[in-house]
């Protein structure tokens, strides 16, 4: 069953098939003693507060002293999950958030509550960096971590510029890759491939844990077309499409992509910006361009990069690892502190 499901899955999340073998599946009614043993048990279920801390509650009596419990949220504060629980469950408790899928992307960030043991803490972390050879991003307990936190607003500020700027998918992701030390997919891209259905979840959770005054929630807004997408079952690569789809009609493969004022396809054509090639001198160079490639360039990033410099100390005492979380949760090439470093921190603040 789940072993079968797990060696089909693609990208592999083995390294070998053999080591399948070393797997001992179970289920949480019946096989929760075969956990008495171990030093570190870590919850990955559904996001829903109240079945997490039922498990959580199921461990107690199971799991021996000093073990550590951790949850792979993404999105639900520590504090919410250990609320109400005894104290004997919160010293042993942190987040470790694996970034998806965590064989390929080495980004884990570890998050400790003011009742977690400081040693339970620097084992994970050691044991994350010396073991699994991640890198460890220590982040605060607020919504979204680190990287999610910018990553996220990176890609409505994208989406909402592409809009008001009226790009073409090709042009926006021209800009959104490459020529800033993104994911070469660019935003579109990334979207189809992380899963279209994935994003209003995510908004919503981001939404409802901020505070209304923050810089994301007065950046969000409905898009009536993503509605309408995942609906008709285009959510991406693993549906029928999204901003891009292979159409296979009378037995060709014509690439195609949406119409973000319409929502029709057409086939996709080469962006043509004069800024995309112009970036290869540096960031400067492509946020001051006059064409709209340039203009789009400089409206994410300089939001990008402010919201990034306004969260420090509030998700994370240290700007480095602030990088380090958007290059290794969201393969940039540069983390934001490190783009306001190649634009000159005095620049980038006149030109805002």
């Given at each position: 069953?789940a072993i079968?499901?797990?060696?089909?899955?693609?990208?592999?999340?083995?390294?070998?098939?053999?080591?399948?073998?070393?797997?001992?599946p179970?289920?949480?009614?019946?096989?929760l003693?075969?956990?008495?043993?171990?030093?570190?048990?870590?919850?990955?279920?559904?996001?829903?507060?109240?079945?997490?801390?039922?498990?959580y509650k199921?461990?107690?009596?199971?799991?021996?002293?000093?073990?550590?419990?951790?949850?792979n949220?993404?999105?639900i504060?520590?504090n919410?999950?250990?609320?109400?629980?005894?104290?004997?469950?919160a010293?042993?408790f942190c987040?470790?958030?694996?970034?998806?899928?965590?064989?390929?992307?080495?980004?884990?960030?570890?998050?400790?509550?003011?009742?977690?043991?400081?040693?339970?803490i620097?084992?994970?972390s050691r044991?994350?960096?010396?073991?699994l050879?991640?890198?460890?991003?220590?982040?605060?307990?607020?919504?979204?971590?680190?990287?999610?936190?910018?990553?996220?607003?990176?890609?409505?500020?994208?989406?909402?510029?592409?809009?008001?700027?009226?790009?073409?998918?090709?042009e926006?992701?021209?800009?959104?890759?490459?020529p800033?030390?993104?994911?070469?997919?660019?935003?579109?891209?990334?979207?189809?491939?992380?899963?279209?259905?994935?994003?209003?979840h995510?908004?919503?959770?981001?939404?409802?844990?901020?505070?209304?005054?923050?810089?994301?929630?007065?950046?969000?807004?409905?898009?009536?077309?993503?509605?309408?997408?995942?609906?008709?079952?285009?959510?991406?690569?693993?549906?029928k499409?999204?901003?891009y789809?292979?159409?296979?009609?009378?037995?060709?493969?014509?690439?195609?992509?949406?119409?973000?004022?319409t929502?029709?396809?057409?086939?996709?054509?080469?962006?043509?910006?004069?800024?995309?090639?112009?970036?290869?001198?540096?960031?400067?160079?492509?946020?001051?361009?006059?064409d709209?490639?340039g203009?789009?360039?400089?409206s994410?990033?300089?939001?990008?990069?402010?919201?990034?410099?306004?969260?420090?100390?509030?998700?994370?005492?240290?700007?480095?690892?602030?990088?380090?979380?958007?290059?290794?949760g969201?393969?940039?090439?540069?983390?934001?502190?490190?783009?306001?470093?190649?634009?000159?921190a005095?620049?980038?603040?006149?030109?805002?």
């Amino acid at each position: 069953g789940a072993i079968d499901k797990l060696l089909k899955a693609d990208p592999a999340p083995l390294m070998s098939k053999a080591a399948a073998r070393l797997i001992t599946p179970g289920n949480i009614e019946d096989d929760l003693g075969a956990l008495a043993e171990v030093d570190w048990i870590v919850e990955a279920i559904i996001e829903r507060i109240d079945l997490k801390q039922d498990l959580y509650k199921k461990l107690e009596g199971k799991r021996k002293a000093g073990s550590i419990l951790s949850s792979n949220t993404s999105t639900i504060p520590l504090n919410h999950l250990v609320a109400g629980l005894p104290d004997s469950i919160a010293r042993d408790f942190c987040i470790t958030h694996f970034f998806n899928p965590p064989r390929y992307m080495r980004l884990l960030e570890v998050v400790g509550g003011p009742k977690t043991r400081p040693e339970a803490i620097a084992a994970i972390s050691r044991f994350g960096d010396e073991m699994l050879g991640k890198v460890i991003v220590h982040a605060k307990d607020t919504p979204g971590f680190v990287a999610n936190r910018i990553g996220v607003y990176w890609m409505q500020a994208a989406v909402t510029a592409a809009l008001d700027l009226g790009l073409t998918i090709e042009e926006a992701d021209a800009i959104m890759g490459r020529p800033i030390g993104a994911p070469k997919t660019g935003i579109f891209g990334l979207l189809d491939l992380v899963g279209l259905d994935l994003m209003p979840h995510v908004d919503k959770s981001m939404a409802a844990s901020l505070k209304p005054d923050d810089a994301y929630v007065k950046l969000r807004r409905d898009w009536p077309l993503l509605t309408k997408m995942i609906a008709d079952g285009y959510t991406g690569r693993k549906g029928k499409g999204g901003f891009y789809r292979l159409n296979t009609a009378g037995g060709g493969r014509v690439k195609e992509s949406v119409d973000l004022k319409t929502g029709a396809y057409a086939p996709s054509t080469t962006a043509r910006l004069d800024s995309a090639d112009a970036a290869k001198g540096g960031l400067r160079v492509l946020v001051s361009h006059a064409d709209k490639g340039g203009q789009y360039a400089w409206s994410v990033l300089s939001k990008l990069l402010s919201y990034a410099a306004a969260l420090v100390p509030e998700i994370a005492d240290d700007v480095v690892e602030i990088d380090q979380a958007m290059k290794t949760g969201f393969n940039f090439k540069r983390g934001p502190f490190e783009m306001i470093d190649q634009l000159g921190a005095a620049w980038f603040a006149d030109k805002l």
